[in-house]
Structure formats: C-alpha cells, structure tokens
C-alpha cells in the first residue's frame, strides 16, 4: 500500500483500526492521517465503511483494535463528548439536526463545550456570513427547513465548536447542482481560514478535486491511497468510482 | 408543521373516513355524551356547594398525578423507555417521608410556627433526594447496561424493578396500609360553600412552584439544553460534546425529585400509605403522561390535571370501586383514538 503521509506530524492518526456493529466487521485495519491544513477526502461506495470511520474517530463507536491519536493525544477509548471538547467536530450522515429546536438554537448546541460569549457571537456571525440563508432562517424549527438549508445549517452547527478538525460527512448528498457547488466552494473557504477537513463523499470528482489527499475504502479497507490529483487519474478510481 | 406532519395527518384521515372508523368516532362521542349527561343528573342532585367541594378535591389530585407524570414522560422523552418503577418511586416518598416526619421533630397536633414549616421544608428536600438516589440508581442497574438491547429488554427489566421495589416496601411496612402522620394545621377556609384546607392549599403551591421551576430549568440552563438536544437525536447530542449518560442520569434525578415531592403530598391529604400505591397512582399518571402525549412535558402537567379531575368526578358522583376500570378505559380510547394524545409532537422528526 503507497503511502503519501505528509510530512509534517499529522493532526489525527488512525492506525490498524478494526471496527466492528456486533459480530460484523465494519472496519478492517484502516490507517489515515490528516495533516494540519488538509483536505483529506474519503471516497467509496455505499457500505465501504466511510460513516463507520467518522463514527469511531468521533467515539460514537470504539476501534477493537488499532489506535486512534489526536494531536498526539491518544484518543481510542475516549467518550464521544470528550472528543469534541478536544476539537474534533462532525457534521453527520443525514445532518441529525434538533429537529424541533430554531435554527438559532441549533447553532448555540452546537457552542455546547464553549463558555467565551463573545466568541460564540463572532463565530455565529461567521456562519451567516458563510450562509446567508440561515440568518433569515434564523427563528424557524429546524426541522421544517429544505434539505440543503439543513446541509447548511448542519455544517454551520459543527463550525459553531470552532473544531480543530471538521469532519464532514456526505455534505452534498440530496442537494441540487447549484447548492453542491456552493457547498464545496464553502469547504474550501472555511479550510483556507485554517481548519484541517476530513471529508467523507459518494460524489467522488468533486471531493477528490477540492481534497489535498484522498483514501479509496472498499469493504472495509483502505485500497488506495494518494493525492487528490492522483486518485483523480487512476484507471481503478475512474473505473470503480467514477463511472469512466 | 411540515409536509410529513401534513402527510401523517392525511393519512391519519384517511384511515379513519372508512365506514368503521367513522362508526368508532359516533361511537366514541355517543359514549362521552352518554356519560357528560349521566354526571350532569348527578351534578344537579348533589347540587353547586358538593361541585366545588369535588373541583377542590380534583385540582390537588390532578396536581399529585401531574407530578409524576411528568417523570414518566421525561424519561420516556430522552430514552423512549417507560419507567414502569416510577410510580413505586413515588409510593417510596411517601414511605421514605413517613419515617423523616418524626425524624425531623415533626409530630401530630403541634403548633406551627416559621421552625414547623423549616422542618417540613427539610423534609421535603431529604425525601425528594433520596427518591433522586433511588431512581438514578435503577436507571444505572437496570436500564443502562440495556442501552442497545432490543427495546423490550429494558422494558421488562423496568417491570422487574417495579415489582422488586413494590416487594421492598412490603417487606419494611407489611401489607396493609399504614398511618401517615397527620401534621399540616387543620385549617380550612370557605370559599362559595366548598371547604379548601391547609392540605389542598399546600399541594396547589407547591405543584405550581415546582413545575414553574422545571419549566424554567429545561428551557434556560445548559442542563435542561442537553437533555432537549438529548430527546431529539442522541448521537447528534453526543456529537455536539454533550455527556448523554449524566444527562439521562439527571432526567431520573430530575423526575424522581417530583415524584418525590408528589409521594409527601400524597402523605400528607390522605394520611395513609400502602405498599403497592406506586401501582395505582402510577397507572393514572401514566395514562395522563399518555393523554397529554407522551414525551411531552406541557402535556403531561394538563394530562395529570384532566386525569385528576376525571378520578376525582368519578369517585365523588359514581363508584370508586371502578375508577381504575374508568382510567384504563381512557388509556384504551387515547391509544386508538390519539395515539400522540391531545399535545402530542407534530414536527418531522428527520
């Protein structure tokens, strides 16, 4: 298996990890990293285990074997809300927004682990900033909003921890043409602003075109690894991946 | 209301515009007819003083039964589980609080002065606590470790502790009911011919202070946050750094603290206690957690007052040796009648 690793000390690095839903294997020996101002996407189809991967890191789930670090911190048995403390936060499969809470609330849950009032307030602005339809949203229930006003509103949520690293899954997934663009282009704003992103998608050109690095899983397993550009050009990704 | 509350509703119409789900519905209003009419003969021969007396009566019952209803809901709110023990949470308060009474240098017939009501108030605190320590502690014994087991694991578990506990309390006070001191001063006052007493008085406040105070907590502090954000999506409330054991924990600390506070009252209206009331008061407040909708706190505070006011109705113009015939009817018709009850969620889940 080729390795890219970059060459600085990467932020997370998950290493050998085996993850299992009761008796089936979910996960079997996957090693990423991702580095200090990457984008590093996660590419492959349905049941590869991308979701599982974000879910273990989170701590929703734990590896039963292999190791998970944070910034140099081991973080393999540490409790999902611990973790975000730590400053990794998820934008989730299907957004799971508070569905009966205002789009204002569901931003300030999302400030949970923070107590600077004045930080929150600049990051919220921040948010509208980046999606001006929330502003106008700000006081409906989140859970009568179209679907990529929630993608928005789930993305601006996990921002809202002001995260070490964003881990973003399946963020176009549902939305029209136009809003994926906007979605991606955002990705790589909030990422030019200095946040490192793990980036989980199906739409494999997309994620592989705004990633610095990307992983192909299959099944399980990482199969291929490289930059964006790489995976972008192999005859396997294209074949499996792309439709070429 | 979204469009998949829209659509659920739809639905919901349609499956009752057939000619049996209409026939159900006349059925059901010729019923409650029949029985506001039958009341109302009743009503008339006992005549306007014996009304207000009854609506006095009901108000402190319902206040009672709101209180734990409100337990039942909450749990079932953040961990769709029915607490079936909660009810003998609530009838060990009233054990528990028999024992602190005397303890606490409060006796029968004493004169009341601002000491008495610091007792009282001591009391209050020490049973309400210890009812917190006993329900967070079956939620980590009995529910817990079930927390990804199929849902009817903990629901049989959650009838096992019922029955343990009801079969503790049989065994510290016997089967029969025991005396509750008498403590409260008995005065009373006249209000258009019913008589309100000291007992009837202290119930109202202290359901008011109490359910004012837990509306107050959800909605504002950072706890009562989490446990909405906990009801609505627990992984996502995981992922927004929240700790969902201690929040489930503190909704059985929470729920317990009015069952508690509602097993004292109970004590001290009726000055008696048996070991299986945990069953009875519980059927009523769960059937009212059920009416208001479950999971709903707003709707069990009004479930457990029209419940209230039901039973007392009930007891007071008919024969009380059916009251729990009559509740249980109530939660057969608002099963398939409303199964959301009368405030029951209406926005999209996902």
Request: a neutral charge.
């Amino acid at each position: 298996m080729a390795t890219t690793a970059p060459a600085t000390s990467a932020l997370l690095e998950l290493r050998g990890v085996d993850a299992f839903y009761g008796r089936v294997q979910a996960l079997h020996g996957v090693s990423v990293t991702v580095g200090q101002s990457e984008i590093v996407a996660l590419i492959g189809s349905n049941g590869a285990g991308k979701t599982t991967t974000l879910r273990t890191i989170s701590g929703l789930m734990h590896p039963a074997n292999g190791s998970i670090t944070f910034g140099g911190q081991e973080i393999t048995k540490t409790r999902a809300h611990e973790i975000v403390a730590l400053g990794i936060c998820q934008s989730p499969e299907g957004r799971r927004l508070f569905p009966r809470m205002q789009v204002i609330d569901n931003l300030r849950m999302g400030a949970f682990t923070r107590k600077d009032k004045a930080g929150i307030a600049q990051d919220m602005e921040r948010v509208f900033v980046l999606f001006p339809r929330l502003r106008e949203r700000m006081t409906q229930l989140a859970g009568t909003l179209s679907g990529g006003e929630q993608q928005m509103l789930a993305i601006g949520r996990a921002l809202m921890s002001r995260p070490k690293l964003l881990m973003l899954d399946e963020p176009s997934l549902g939305l029209a043409p136009i809003l994926v663009d906007t979605i991606f282009k955002t990705i790589q704003e909030i990422n030019a602003a200095g946040t490192p992103i793990l980036l989980v998608e199906q739409n494999a050109v997309r994620a592989l075109e705004v990633a610095h690095r990307g992983y192909v899983l299959e099944t399980g397993n990482i199969v291929q690894t490289g930059t964006g550009k790489e995976l972008l050009a192999s005859p396997d990704v294209q074949r499996a991946y792309l439709g070429m | 209301m979204g469009a998949v509350g829209e659509a659920i509703r739809r639905r919901r119409s349609d499956l009752r515009s057939g000619l049996t789900g209409r026939a159900l519905d006349v059925g059901l209003y010729v019923l409650i007819l029949a029985f506001l009419f039958l009341l109302g003969t009743r009503v008339i021969e006992h005549g306007p003083d014996y009304l207000l007396q009854i609506f006095f009566f009901a108000l402190a019952n319902g206040a009672i039964y709101a209180l734990i209803a409100l337990g039942y809901t909450m749990v079932y709110g953040i961990i769709e589980l029915i607490n079936f023990a909660h009810g003998d949470v609530f009838a060990f308060g009233a054990f528990a609080s028999a024992s602190l009474i005397p303890l606490f240098g409060l006796s029968e017939g004493q004169v009341w002065g601002p000491f008495t009501i610091l007792q009282l108030l001591a009391v209050f605190v020490v049973t309400m606590l210890l009812c917190a320590v006993l329900n967070v502690s079956i939620e980590r014994i009995a529910y817990r470790p079930l927390r990804h087991a199929p849902r009817l694991a903990p629901l049989i578990t959650a009838i096992g502790m019922s029955f343990f506990l009801e079969g503790a309390m049989f065994l510290w006070k016997g089967p029969s009911s025991v005396h509750y001191p008498d403590v409260l001063p008995d005065l009373s006052f006249t209000i258009l011919g019913a008589r309100v007493g000291v007992k009837e008085i202290t119930v109202w406040i202290t359901t008011i202070v109490l359910v004012v105070g837990l509306a107050l907590f959800i909605d504002r502090s950072r706890l009562g946050k989490a446990m909405r954000a906990t009801a609505q999506d627990r992984d996502a409330a995981q992922l927004m750094g929240i700790d969902i054991d201690r929040t489930i924990a503190a909704t059985f600390f929470i729920g317990a603290v009015l069952a508690g506070a509602g097993g004292i009252m109970y004590g001290l209206s009726y000055n008696t206690a048996v070991f299986d009331l945990g069953f009875s008061a519980g059927l009523v407040a769960f059937t009212a957690a059920v009416f208001g909708g479950i999971g709903n706190i707003y709707g069990a505070a009004i479930g457990g007052l029209v419940l209230g006011l039901i039973r007392t109705f009930w007891d007071g113009y008919f024969d009380s040796a059916w009251s729990d015939v009559v509740i249980f009817a109530i939660l057969i018709m608002v099963l398939v009648f409303r199964p959301t009850g009368i405030l029951g969620m209406r926005v999209p889940e996902k």
